[in-house]
């Protein structure tokens, strides 16, 4: 079992580039998660889907959208990318949303100049 | 939003000492988790409790869920080098929220 897996590992856009990050589980979870990490801030939710189907704003969701594409997959694109926007992505899943841990991807490094 | 307040943010201990980290709220959690992440990697889940007063072991990391539900903390007794990382708390009630982190330095 891989777990939980992202992609790219790095990437790096000029202001205003889009582009999608990729998320894949096959722990057959119903639950996927967006998170963003910044020095000393901990993770911080931007979107989750709580199942197939149905996606939600977590704590900081401007400037991202979502889509769950089927039960394993869940993307998350920029649009319009911001230096903002630079980070470390980390996508999640868990077998139900919201008393189940989270299992986490290794991350995806985003710098935006 | 609900705000996780962990301390210390970072800690410098020997080999073998023990480490005792912790994580207020003012909003009550149902669940209290703690991570670790390694560099390069995504946090690993240690330890989830699930009742207020629940004390669970694992290994040589001990972790107990605040009786008032605001409150966990991590113990990690007779540290290794291989515990260097940093350490997360995480509260559940709906979504999961997450401490700054504690940066934990073993020298040998």
């Known amino acids: 079992n891989a777990g939980v897996t992202q992609t790219p590992k790095f990437q790096v856009l000029k202001t205003g580039q889009s582009m999608t990050l990729q998320c894949a589980q096959d722990?057959?979870?119903?639950?996927m998660y967006w998170y963003r990490q910044d020095p000393g801030m901990g993770l911080r939710l931007i979107y989750y889907?709580?199942?197939?189907?149905?996606?939600d704003k977590g704590e900081v969701p401007n400037g991202y959208n979502v889509s769950r594409l089927n039960k394993r997959e869940f993307s998350l694109r920029l649009e319009s990318a911001a230096p903002s926007q630079t980070s470390v992505y980390f996508c999640?899943?868990?077998?139900?949303?919201?008393?189940?841990?989270?299992?986490f991807g290794n991350g995806t490094r985003l710098t935006v100049t | 939003g609900q705000q996780l307040n962990q301390s210390p943010q970072s800690m410098f201990i020997q080999e073998g000492e023990d480490v005792s980290m912790n994580c207020t709220s003012s909003?009550?959690?149902?669940?209290w988790l703690w991570y670790k992440q390694d560099p390069g990697e995504g946090p690993v889940l240690l330890i989830a409790?699930?009742?207020?007063?629940e004390l669970t072991s694992n290994g040589r990391l001990t972790a107990q869920f605040g009786i008032t539900r605001k409150d966990s903390f991590l113990n990690i007794s007779a540290s290794i080098p291989s515990d260097v990382g940093i350490y997360f708390c995480?509260?559940?009630?709906?979504?999961?929220?997450f401490g700054a982190g504690t940066r934990l330095t073993v020298k040998p």
């Open positions: 999640a899943s868990s077998d139900v949303w919201n008393n189940s841990p989270l299992h």
């Open positions: 722990m057959n979870h119903n639950s």
């Open positions: 889907s709580a199942s197939e189907g149905t996606t």
């Open positions: 909003s009550i959690f149902n669940t």
């Open positions: 409790l699930y009742k207020a007063g």
């Open positions: 995480a509260g559940q009630s709906g979504d999961m929220r």
